[in-house]
């Protein structure tokens, strides 16, 4: 029985780096024997249904990876369920727009635990900083992204080890996830 993954890339196509081609992408993962592959836009967002387990998928995608485009890049994934769980828990109200900036921050496995809301400097009276299994999402009026502490974890060990979507960006993904069957 087939389950339908997102695998996130973390840090491609940023600013001229990593250059990864989104058709060339979805090639690999074809290659790599996944059915229902689909990417979407051009930060390294991949649908695909398979059968192996997520630890043998993380695995040989980062190792795919490496071999076609010469880069050592972290992949986060993450079931259908998984996404939905997630999605279930944010508020529809947080979105990206003119108003407000919002963000999904996928975590690795040894950082996903509700305590590392500790590691991530925020100021409760104009920013939400929450954990859901998997994931800290991030809501400030944008009006007060520049007051805010959340962007000082850029560069430190704990922003090395998540990727960040907004959440329109994982609404998308999950509308693809289910479309597919």
């Given at each position: 029985?087939?389950?339908?993954?997102?695998?996130?890339?973390?840090?491609?196509?940023?600013?001229?780096?990593?250059?990864?081609?989104?058709?060339?992408?979805?090639?690999?993962?074809?290659?790599?024997?996944?059915?229902?592959?689909?990417?979407?836009?051009?930060?390294?967002?991949?649908?695909?249904?398979?059968?192996?387990?997520?630890?043998?998928?993380?695995?040989?995608?980062?190792?795919?990876?490496?071999?076609?485009?010469?880069?050592?890049?972290?992949?986060?994934?993450?079931?259908?369920?998984?996404?939905?769980?997630?999605l279930h828990?944010?508020?529809?109200?947080?979105?990206?727009?003119?108003?407000?900036?919002?963000?999904?921050?996928?975590?690795?496995?040894?950082?996903?635990?509700?305590?590392i809301l500790?590691?991530?400097?925020?100021?409760?009276?104009?920013?939400?900083?929450?954990?859901?299994?998997?994931?800290?999402?991030?809501?400030?009026?944008?009006?007060?992204?520049?007051?805010?502490?959340?962007?000082?974890?850029?560069?430190?060990?704990?922003?090395?080890?998540?990727?960040?979507?907004?959440?329109?960006?994982?609404?998308?993904?999950?509308?693809m996830m289910?479309?597919?069957?």
């Open positions: 029985m087939s389950t339908v993954y997102v695998a996130l890339l973390r840090g491609i196509n940023v600013g001229g780096n990593a250059k990864v081609e989104m058709p060339r992408l979805r090639a690999l993962f074809e290659e790599l024997g996944f059915g229902d592959v689909k990417t979407y836009i051009n930060s390294g967002n991949v649908v695909f249904s398979s059968s192996k387990g997520p630890g043998q998928l993380k695995a040989d995608i980062e190792a795919a990876i490496e071999t076609e485009f010469h880069l050592t890049v972290p992949v986060v994934l993450r079931s259908r369920e998984e996404i939905a769980e997630l828990n944010i508020p529809d109200a947080w979105v990206n727009n003119a108003v407000v900036k919002c963000d999904v921050m996928f975590l690795w496995p040894e950082l996903d635990t509700p305590a500790e590691r991530i400097p925020h100021r409760p009276e104009i920013e939400d900083v929450v954990y859901f299994p998997g994931a800290v999402v991030w809501r400030v009026d944008k009006k007060n992204v520049n007051r805010g502490q959340v962007l000082k974890i850029i560069g430190t060990d704990v922003y090395k080890k998540l990727t960040i979507r907004n959440p329109n960006t994982v609404r998308n993904l999950y509308a289910k479309d597919v069957e």
